[in-house]
């Protein structure tokens, strides 16, 4: 079954073109005969008799007594720059090389099918041949494309408990730590009998001061974080943000959560427990007489070091953790101000309806005018039609003209014209001063509706901002690990309510604009 899986799935890989070198390491009885050789590995010739160790490449010729003790010979391709160099159905060797190495020194043939794994993952298993036992070992870690490249590294070991040698394929990228890996293991020339030296030394060099550094960072950032949205003062003045901008501080905010989750302990806490389980099957396979005292001294010191990482992942753990508890209760405090700058523009877009409102409700009175015009004018259009009646006659003739003279030289004016007067000019009085009555009782009553309105959405904007603040700044002046004194608290909400302030003025001055 494992001969078709690894048949089929190499039938489905790419080739891409990678620079390979080659990296062989030997240790003698006599230490005088000790190599260790690197150079590249330029033909097909070359490669294929690196494999099987012929021409160049040829063991060499040993004094009686002197025997080979341990090596290791690896396939190196340590800057690999092919964009789809670690991309899913992809390989650096061409398919016939590829096949005949697996097959030569009894590597992981599974490994091809993890090709579009991303890890990290560390895989061990000895074979089933008993008659010749090999220990195989798969360590891995790549990533998706960053720039348009793959990135990752990864290593197929396979160990010969007959000849004490570790054989294997590494790559990696530019990025990734396999040619320091490959410089400390070349120190170590001495202690490549144990298989597991070199997925170690990948692991210290992985689990480096560099995550520690950015862990220490990101909580530098945090504070500096905690200082803008809850006024934590635990930082230098010149590290406090200039301005309250809540676009970017959400921006760093997301930043910093990924700059903490940059290398999760959990992961590699699971891969060292692995690798010590790698360790203890390699040891019961061991024969006697490569189980000396310095590899069971080498074996311990190397299981002490997996305890030490154990015990510093655990203590990044906690520290993560808090990390993470601390950026979760800054996104919601920064969360809140924004429902509470939210929840003020919304209060003051209702009041400015409410007054467009009034105001309308105002204008119509604008009629009134139409109304006192009326008042004006229809005491004497009213008046006018009693010309009409019979106080006055313009139609008669001269007192001594016939009965059909209607020159109107005759015309007499009554002595009662007097009532006209009398009658229109008070009535008119009266009108006009009932519709003063009335349009002052309904101005009065409209000042004290606005007044009341003004109240209500002040009252409620001290409600909503006392609620806002008492769920956001209060942890900075609860929280008193050498913190700000009240002062300097003061000093830094003023700053803050003036930089909020500015652009709520500038959006109240567009708002009245527009209306």
Same mark, same amino acid.
């Given at each position: 079954m494992d001969d078709y899986l690894f048949s089929y799935h190499l039938e489905q890989c790419t080739s891409v073109d990678e620079k390979t070198s080659y990296l062989e390491i030997f240790n003698y009885s006599d230490s005088a005969y000790n190599t260790c050789e690197e150079h590249s590995l330029v033909t097909d010739d070359d490669f294929d008799n690196f494999l099987h160790r012929r021409g160049a490449f040829a063991p060499q010729e040993l004094k009686e007594g002197v025997r080979l003790q341990d090596g290791i010979r690896l396939i190196v391709q340590k800057r690999a720059c092919q964009p789809d160099t670690f991309a899913p159905l992809h390989i650096s060797l061409k398919r016939d090389a590829y096949e005949s190495m697996v097959k030569a020194w009894h590597l992981p043939s599974r490994a091809i099918e993890g090709s579009s794994l991303v890890g990290p993952f560390f895989w061990c298993s000895p074979d089933q041949n008993e008659e010749d036992r090999h220990l195989q070992i798969i360590f891995r870690k790549s990533d %998706?494309?960053?720039?348009?490249?793959?990135?990752?590294?990864?290593?197929?070991?396979?160990y010969s408990y007959k000849t004490g040698i570790t054989s294997?394929?590494?790559?990696?990228?530019?990025? @990734?730590?396999? %040619?320091?890996?490959?410089?400390?293991?070349?120190?170590?020339?001495?202690?490549?009998?144990?298989?597991?030296?070199?997925?170690?030394?990948?692991?210290?060099?992985?689990?480096?001061?560099?995550?520690?550094?950015?862990?220490?960072?990101?909580?530098?950032?945090?504070?500096?974080?905690?200082?803008?949205?809850?006024?934590?003062?635990?930082?230098?003045?010149k590290e406090v943000y200039s301005d309250f901008d809540v676009d970017g501080i959400n921006r760093d905010l997301v930043e910093c959560h990924s700059q903490v989750l940059w290398k999760r302990p959990q992961a590699y806490q699971e891969i060292i427990k692995e690798i010590k389980g790698a360790m203890e099957k390699f040891m019961r396979y061991v024969p006697g007489d490569r189980n000396t005292k310095e590899l069971k001294a080498l074996h311990d010191s190397m299981l002490g070091r997996l305890e030490f990482y154990r015990v510093k992942l655990t203590g990044m753990e906690h520290y993560i953790h808090t990390t993470l508890e601390r950026l979760h209760i800054q996104r919601q405090a920064l969360y809140n101000i924004m429902a509470q700058k939210e929840s003020k523009l919304n209060l003051e877009i209702a009041s400015q309806q409410r007054r467009v409102a009034h105001a309308t409700k105002r204008d119509g009175t604008a009629m009134k005018?139409?109304?006192?015009?009326?008042?004006?004018?229809?005491?004497?259009?009213?008046?006018?039609? %009693?010309?009409?009646?019979?106080?006055?006659?313009?139609?008669?003739?001269? @007192?001594?003209?016939? @009965?059909?003279?209607?020159?109107?030289?005759?015309?007499? %004016?009554?002595?009662?014209?007097?009532?006209?007067?009398?009658?229109?000019?008070?009535?008119?009085?009266?009108?006009?001063?009932?519709?003063?009555?009335?349009?002052?009782?309904?101005?009065?009553?409209?000042?004290?509706?606005?007044?009341?309105?003004?109240?209500?959405?002040?009252?409620?904007?001290?409600?909503?901002?006392?609620?806002?603040?008492?769920?956001?700044?209060?942890?900075?002046?609860?929280?008193?690990?050498?913190?700000?004194?009240?002062?300097?608290?003061?000093?830094?909400?003023?700053?803050?309510?003036?930089?909020?302030?500015?652009?709520?003025?500038?959006?109240?001055?567009?708002?009245?604009?527009?209306v």
């Amino acid at each position: 079954m494992d001969d078709y899986l690894f048949s089929y799935h190499l039938e489905q890989c790419t080739s891409v073109d990678e620079k390979t070198s080659y990296l062989e390491i030997f240790n003698y009885s006599d230490s005088a005969y000790n190599t260790c050789e690197e150079h590249s590995l330029v033909t097909d010739d070359d490669f294929d008799n690196f494999l099987h160790r012929r021409g160049a490449f040829a063991p060499q010729e040993l004094k009686e007594g002197v025997r080979l003790q341990d090596g290791i010979r690896l396939i190196v391709q340590k800057r690999a720059c092919q964009p789809d160099t670690f991309a899913p159905l992809h390989i650096s060797l061409k398919r016939d090389a590829y096949e005949s190495m697996v097959k030569a020194w009894h590597l992981p043939s599974r490994a091809i099918e993890g090709s579009s794994l991303v890890g990290p993952f560390f895989w061990c298993s000895p074979d089933q041949n008993e008659e010749d036992r090999h220990l195989q070992i798969i360590f891995r870690k790549s990533d %998706v494309r960053k720039k348009g490249k793959t990135r990752g590294w990864e290593i197929m070991l396979s160990y010969s408990y007959k000849t004490g040698i570790t054989s294997g394929f590494v790559k990696g990228t530019e990025s @990734s730590d396999i %040619v320091d890996s490959l410089i400390h293991l070349t120190a170590c020339r001495a202690e490549t009998g144990h298989p597991l030296l070199l997925p170690i030394i990948i692991l210290s060099h992985d689990l480096s001061s560099k995550g520690d550094e950015r862990q220490r960072k990101a909580r530098d950032w945090l504070r500096r974080l905690e200082n803008a949205i809850t006024m934590r003062n635990e930082i230098d003045e010149k590290e406090v943000y200039s301005d309250f901008d809540v676009d970017g501080i959400n921006r760093d905010l997301v930043e910093c959560h990924s700059q903490v989750l940059w290398k999760r302990p959990q992961a590699y806490q699971e891969i060292i427990k692995e690798i010590k389980g790698a360790m203890e099957k390699f040891m019961r396979y061991v024969p006697g007489d490569r189980n000396t005292k310095e590899l069971k001294a080498l074996h311990d010191s190397m299981l002490g070091r997996l305890e030490f990482y154990r015990v510093k992942l655990t203590g990044m753990e906690h520290y993560i953790h808090t990390t993470l508890e601390r950026l979760h209760i800054q996104r919601q405090a920064l969360y809140n101000i924004m429902a509470q700058k939210e929840s003020k523009l919304n209060l003051e877009i209702a009041s400015q309806q409410r007054r467009v409102a009034h105001a309308t409700k105002r204008d119509g009175t604008a009629m009134k005018t139409l109304s006192l015009l009326g008042a004006v004018f229809l005491p004497g259009t009213f008046m006018a039609s %009693v010309f009409s009646m019979t106080f006055f006659d313009f139609n008669v003739g001269p @007192s001594d003209g016939g @009965s059909d003279d209607s020159s109107g030289q005759g015309a007499q %004016v009554s002595n009662k014209l007097w009532v006209y007067f009398a009658v229109t000019i008070p009535l008119t009085l009266i009108i006009l001063l009932f519709w003063y009555v009335i349009d002052r009782r309904r101005e009065k009553r409209y000042a004290e509706e606005d007044v009341e309105i003004e109240k209500g959405i002040d009252t409620m904007e001290k409600d909503i901002l006392a609620i806002m603040r008492k769920k956001t700044i209060n942890k900075a002046t609860t929280w008193n690990s050498g913190g700000p004194s009240p002062a300097t608290i003061a000093l830094t909400a003023a700053r803050r309510d003036r930089l909020l302030g500015r652009k709520d003025t500038e959006a109240e001055s567009y708002e009245l604009h527009v209306v």
